[in-house]
């Protein structure tokens, strides 16, 4: 299985500052054929299941706010939130789906400082 | 917009079975992946099973041998069965749809739409 590695465990950020999150794949997500990434990411507020935000590494859903944004290639990504608000405070996920069984990381949870 | 309303038993025993049932209302049951998606009390997911519309099953490989997972088309429901559970099993059990990206698909890429979450506590 790719184990999906996600630093630091948890961030607190001002508002208005920039959170960034990191994720490591045990081995490449990077399919060559199509040079897409096959990773996700997910927003799970508290008392709420995850929502997808981000597919294909950066790709984001319908409706989620400009200032998410994902990047990274292979084995290194990273989910940035430009200007921190406070619906914002949640733990975020990342999931390939590059390999069967899809594999998500432990998760990070993002707080207000 | 679809929604997934899950329900089922929040106490198990220990070496009885976990039961959960999920409807899918305001969408098409037809090419999407039925999943069970589960979350430990220290918040990890874990993907459990999911089922095509067709009615074909995968299994997450170490937990196989317990879980059994069915389509009733006609209520546009999907249910889970985990036997024999034990503490390990204790934690939020998400419903969820899983979507194939490619052409030729056999399971799941990603979840876009979740259900509310079922806390299950296996405790005597």
């Known amino acids: 299985d790719i184990v999906m590695t996600q630093f630091p465990d948890s961030l607190a950020v001002s508002l208005g500052e920039r959170a960034t999150i990191n994720c490591k794949s045990s081995?490449?997500?990077?399919?060559?054929?199509?040079?897409?990434?096959?990773l996700a990411w997910y927003q799970q507020k508290p008392g709420q299941p995850p929502k997808l935000i981000i597919t294909?590494?950066?790709t984001r859903e319908s409706g989620v706010p400009e200032r998410f944004s994902g990047s990274g290639s292979r084995t290194d990504f990273t989910l940035s939130i430009s200007s921190l608000q406070a619906e914002d405070v949640a733990v975020y996920y990342c999931?390939?789906?590059?390999?069967?069984?899809?594999?998500f990381g432990g998760g990070t949870k993002v707080e207000i400082k | 917009q679809v929604h997934l309303q899950q329900w089922g038993a929040g106490l198990v025993r220990p070496s009885e079975t976990l039961s959960l049932t999920c409807s899918v209302n305001?969408?098409?049951?037809?090419?999407?992946?039925w999943t069970w998606i589960r979350q430990s009390p220290r918040g990890g997911l874990e993907l459990v099973g999911e089922i095509s519309h067709t009615g074909s099953t995968r299994y997450s490989p170490s937990l196989k041998s317990r879980v059994t997972i069915s389509i009733d088309r006609s209520q546009n429901q999907f249910s889970l069965k985990l036997s024999s559970v034990t503490a390990a099993d204790t934690g939020l059990y998400y419903c969820?749809?899983?979507?194939?990206?490619?052409?030729?698909?056999?399971?799941?890429?990603?979840?876009?739409?979740w259900g509310q979450g079922t806390l299950v506590n296996v405790s005597s």
């Open positions: 969820a749809r899983g979507y194939c990206s490619g052409t030729n698909c056999y399971r799941s890429d990603w979840f876009d739409s």
């Open positions: 294909w590494a950066s």
């Open positions: 305001g969408g098409s049951f037809i090419g999407y992946y």
């Open positions: 081995q490449s997500v990077l399919y060559t054929s199509n040079y897409k990434n096959y």
């Open positions: 999931q390939q789906y590059y390999n069967d069984p899809v594999t």
